[in-house]
């Protein structure tokens, strides 16, 4: 007879272990990484971001980091060279802040949960991302900028 392995992606929930820095009170000078998974549109989505942040908040500079490909971590050379070059990163999956669609919402939480950084602030867009056309990928930048406003409390 053949046993088959059932194994739970929740994940265990921790206490806190990442100490995770509050986003800064504005954006204006500041240097604003993102690091791309490679998924389908993501890099449109952190340009247009980027260009967002830019023109609204004064963001001084957009650095934009691509890992091998979503199924690993991003390589310790990529993740030190965005910590010493920005101020504040966001990305699909690192602890500066998440970006999710609607589908992997609840994911995205219980991978928070898991690793202790329930204090990340996580933006969520519409679902899917890959495979929408350019003004589709527009919309999903303005929304995720529209919540990172919502959370600095900007306009």
Do not use: Y
Request: charged share 20%; glycine share 8%; with cysteine.
């Amino acid at each position: 007879m053949t046993t088959i392995r059932v194994l739970s992606p929740q994940g265990e929930a921790r206490a806190a272990t990442h100490a995770v820095p509050s986003l800064p009170q504005s954006f204006r000078g500041l240097t604003v990484g993102f690091l791309d998974n490679k998924k389908h549109n993501f890099d449109r989505l952190v340009l247009e971001m980027g260009e967002l942040m830019v023109a609204r908040w004064g963001v001084a500079r957009v650095v934009h980091r691509q890992k091998a490909n979503a199924a690993t971590p991003a390589a310790r050379e990529i993740v030190e060279a965005l910590a010493k070059e920005c101020d504040v990163v966001f990305a699909a999956g690192t602890p500066a802040g998440l970006i999710s669609t609607t589908v992997f919402q609840k994911l995205a939480l219980s991978e928070m949960a898991a690793l202790g950084a329930t204090a990340l602030p996580l933006l969520v867009i519409q679902h899917p991302l890959g495979g929408e056309k350019p003004e589709g990928v527009s919309r999903r930048a303005a929304q995720a900028v529209a919540q990172l406003a919502s959370l600095l409390g900007q306009p």
